[in-house]
Nanobody
Framework: QVQLVESGGGLVQAGGSLRLSCAAS????????MGWYRQAPGKQRELVAV???????NYADSVKGRFTISRDNAKNTVYLQMNSLKPEDTAVYYC????????????????WGQGTLVTVSS
């Protein structure tokens, strides 16, 4: 069984920074894509940023130039550095790991974290 544990959310003033971390644990052989999604109150969950095991990245237009996603493949951990935060960035941020190959079952898994709240005050 694979689990994702997120950390780093909290309350910050507009213009401030936060760093989110998400560590995957379990009988993991490899993970292709790891990413961050967010869901604001009354809105649908949306992609924030994703990174592949090879280092390719993709960002939502709304965070380009402000957020940076990175990962440590050896630790199965993904990070999201968020700078110049805006009140509209307020949301629950969810970590996602996709195309997970495990050592004890065939096929691939997709797993979500429990979410961490980011609140940006104006």
């Amino acid at each position: 069984q694979v689990q994702l544990v997120e950390s780093g959310g909290g309350l910050v003033q507009a213009g401030g920074s936060l760093r989110l971390s998400c560590a995957a644990s379990g009988s993991i052989f490899s993970i292709n894509a790891m990413g961050w999604y967010r869901q604001a109150p009354g809105k649908q969950r949306e992609l924030v940023a994703v990174i592949t095991s090879g280092g390719s990245t993709n960002y939502a237009d709304s965070v380009k130039g402000r957020f940076t996603i990175s990962r440590d493949n050896a630790k199965n951990t993904v990070y999201l550095q968020m700078n110049s935060l805006k009140p509209e960035d307020t949301a629950v941020y969810y970590c996602n790991a996709d195309e997970i190959a495990t050592m004890n079952q065939p096929g691939y898994l997709e797993v979500w974290g429990q979410g961490t709240l980011v609140t940006v005050s104006s």
